[in-house]
Structure formats: structure tokens, C-alpha cells
């Protein structure tokens, strides 16, 4: 979130940030005691590649309206293997 960006965030952005947002939100809940972790865990649009990054495994969160019939992955990075991870789509 570094890049200071200057304009108000597109629908997809917005829509993409909240399904991250509620995405940490369960990992909170189901690793209280890990909030740190958790939270340090997040890049978001800093990466170029996952959107959570930590010592096991990886996440790369998508999310869609109910009707959509596909997703769009940005890069191949973003899927590439970096040991195991998973794509959530929301």
C-alpha cells in the first residue's frame, strides 16, 4: 500500500481488498493466537505474486460477483509454485 495512490480504488480493487480483508479475517478467528503472524502475512497489491505469504504456504485470493463464469489471473506469478499454496475464490 506504499505506492500512495491518488485515486479512489476501482470496483474490482475494491471488491478484490475486502475479499483479502475477509479472507484474513477467518485466519484471524481461527489462529487468535497467531494475529501477528497473520497480519504480517499480507502484501496485497505490494506483491507482485500471492496476496499471503507465509512460512508453510501461500494464498492467492480472487474474488468474483455470484454471476461471474471466470476469474483473471494478472500473471503467471501469481500461480507459480513457491511450495504449496492455494487460489481462493470467493
Known sequence: MQHG???LLSKEEQ???LGELLFLKKRLVGH???KYEQI???Y???CEHQDFMYADTWYEIKT????AKTITISS???LSPRGVGKLIIN
Open 5 to 7: 495512490y491518488k485515486s
Open 15 to 17: 471488491r478484490g481488498l
Open 32 to 34: 487468535p493466537e497467531k
Open 40 to 42: 504480517c502475512g499480507w
Open 44 to 46: 496485497g497489491p505490494d
Open 64 to 67: 468474483v460477483m455470484e454471476s
Open 76 to 78: 503467471f506469478e501469481q
